[in-house]
């Protein structure tokens, strides 16, 4: 899945590289939410910090984001609500397999 290093930055601070990340994130999610229902994207607290779902035919994925994004979240479509059946245990490899088999429509 990808290259072990991580892109060059073009000089950007690495704060400003993942708060666009969180923003990608957040947007995904309300788009899933649009195509595929209100049940299907969400976000909730978790370890004091903001985390965005989605629920896929390929399976849930999962983001935390920066609590200053709160603001953002709320404004957003996406409902303050926990994945039907909770967190289904997958790691960050399993998520971005999972991505990956959704953005080529492998499903």
Request: glycine content about 8%; overall charge negative; aromatic content about 12%.
């Amino acid at each position: 899945m990808g290259a072990d290093n991580p892109p060059p930055t073009d000089g950007e601070p690495i704060d400003e590289v993942y708060h666009d990340r969180n923003l990608l994130a957040i947007a995904f999610a309300s788009a899933i939410r649009l195509t595929w229902g209100p049940n299907s994207a969400g976000w909730y607290w978790h370890d004091e910090w903001p985390l965005v779902w989605v629920d896929t035919p390929t399976g849930q994925k999962s983001w935390h984001v920066t609590p200053d994004l709160e603001d953002v979240l709320e404004r957003s479509s996406l409902q303050q609500t926990n994945p039907e059946g909770g967190y289904d245990g997958h790691s960050r490899t399993l998520k971005n397999c999972r991505l990956a088999r959704y953005i080529t429509g492998a499903y």
